[in-house]
């Protein structure tokens, strides 16, 4: 059974950085690709970043380009979100989510296992 689990959300001022983290459990992580999403209050979950499994192909929304990155750990099977210099729009929830297969991918439909969230804040 697979199970994503993330940390490293909180509360933060403008243009400070968080590095969310999501541990997954269950076989074969090193060969699927894994994404971040998030959603802020009133509003539909967007993509944000996504990543293959060698970790050679990122996908990342043009809103954080530039300011945030997605990596991965095989051998922790773990996926990072670093966020820098954060703005008051980037508050949310953000989630990491799995795929069946190993190309990654924007739209949230192609993901079949999902974390419950972490909230991240950004407010002075």
């Known amino acids: 059974q697979v199970r994503l689990v993330e940390s490293g959300g909180g509360l933060v001022q403008p243009g400070e950085s968080l590095r969310l983290s999501c541990a997954v459990s269950?076989?074969?992580?090193?060969?699927?690709?894994a994404g971040w999403f998030r959603q802020a209050p009133g509003k539909e979950r967007e993509f944000v970043a996504s990543i293959n499994w060698r970790g050679d192909r990122i996908l990342a929304d043009d809103a954080v380009k530039g300011r945030f990155t997605i990596s991965r750990d095989n051998a922790k099977s773990t996926v990072y979100l670093q966020m820098n210099t954060l703005k008051p729009e980037d508050t949310a929830i953000y989630s990491c989510a799995r795929r069946w297969y190993s190309d990654a991918s924007i739209m949230p439909g192609d993901y079949y296992s999902w974390g419950q969230g972490a909230q991240v804040t950004v407010s002075s």
């Open positions: 269950g076989p074969h992580f090193s060969t699927f690709a």
